[in-house]
């Protein structure tokens, strides 16, 4: 069974640009959720996404955003990077139910310069 | 507020021994589950041990078990005959579930770095 893939692996951009992350859970998983993480800060939540709805979101600015497709895969999106938006992204995938497991991904790690 | 806390940032261990970390949480939902993950230096969190709040014994999956201590509020990993490629991050972290349920969000610890030692 495959497990949680994100795509790409790794990102270099520039301050001002935007990117797209991607993650497909492992298949029957409905729930997409997102964190970040950076040395300062650890891991923090992003947003999760359940049948291809905002379930819940974290306390980030309007430049995180990200949707769900009906095949729950997920795109994660920051426009105008910041240089502090250096981090490894990492998305999980779970099933319907609460109580479940959760798989997370290799993670992105996107550098900004 | 819900809260994990992981005091050791970083131990030690030999080869072949059991290393335990430790992990204390805090909330107020009577519902919850608790996670521990493995980040080794390439950057994936792998999954080890689930164990939710109303399971009446500790988890375990293979080498890893879960020593859950509902009432001092502690859900400490111990991992037995502790091997090389054991050495990574290590992070606990909780959901809640019950009555202030918010989807499948994780709050983690800040982690603990394993050193396995030949």
């Known amino acids: 069974k495959a497990g949680v893939t994100q795509t790409p692996r790794y990102l270099i951009k520039t301050r001002g640009q935007q990117v797209t992350l991607s993650c497909s859970p492992i298949?029957?998983?409905?729930?997409v959720s997102w964190y970040q993480q950076t040395p300062g800060q650890g891991l923090q939540f992003l947003f999760e996404?359940?049948?291809?709805?905002?379930?819940n979101k974290g306390n980030f600015p309007g430049r995180f955003s990200g949707r769900q497709f009906s095949n729950s895969r997920s795109e994660m999106n920051v426009s105008t990077l910041e240089l502090g938006d250096s981090a490894l992204y990492l998305c999980?995938?779970?099933?319907?139910?609460?109580?479940?497991?959760?798989?997370f991904g290799s993670g992105t790690q996107l550098s900004v310069l | 507020a819900q809260k994990i806390t992981q005091t050791q940032p970083g131990m030690f261990v030999q080869e072949k021994e059991a290393v335990t970390l430790d992990c204390t949480y805090d909330?107020?939902?009577?519902?919850?589950?608790l996670f521990w993950y493995k980040q080794p230096s390439s950057g994936e969190m792998i999954f080890l041990i689930y164990?939710?709040?109303?399971?009446?014994q500790n988890a375990t999956e293979g080498r890893y078990s879960l020593n859950f201590q509902k009432a001092r509020k502690s859900a400490n990993l111990v991992i037995s005959a502790s091997q090389l490629g054991d050495s990574a991050m290590y992070f606990c972290?909780?959901?809640?579930?019950?009555?202030?349920?918010?989807?499948?969000?994780?709050?983690f610890g800040g982690g603990t770095r394993v050193l396995v030692k030949p």
């Open positions: 996404y359940f049948s291809e709805t905002q379930r």
């Open positions: 909330t107020s939902d009577p519902s919850y589950g």
């Open positions: 298949s029957g998983h409905r729930s």
């Open positions: 999980a995938s779970g099933r319907q139910a609460l109580g479940e497991k959760l798989f």
């Open positions: 972290a909780m959901r809640e579930d019950g009555v202030k349920a918010a989807g499948n969000k994780l709050t």
């Open positions: 164990q939710g709040s109303y399971d009446q």
